[in-house]
C-alpha cells in the first residue's frame, strides 16, 4: 500500500500514512488530533545500481563535442 507524506499547518509536524491510491486525496489528521494538513509531494528512492549508458563514440550534440 502507497505511503503519502503528510504536514500539519497548525504545529508543523510532518507525518506519513499508509493508504490505498483511492483515498489519496482523502483529508489526514495530524496525531496530535489538528485537522489542517497539506499532502506532500513525497520522494521515491530506488535501490539497485544502473550500468552507464554505452558511448557510440561521437556523433550528435554534447557527445561529439558540438557544443561551445
Known sequence: MPRYDFRCR???DTFELSRPMADSDAPA???R?????VRLLSTVAVGGRAAAPASSGGGGCCGGGCCS
Not at 33 to 37: A, E
Open 10 to 12: 497548525e504545529c508543523g
Open 29 to 31: 489528521d495530524c496525531p
Open 33 to 37: 488530533g489538528h485537522g489542517d494538513t
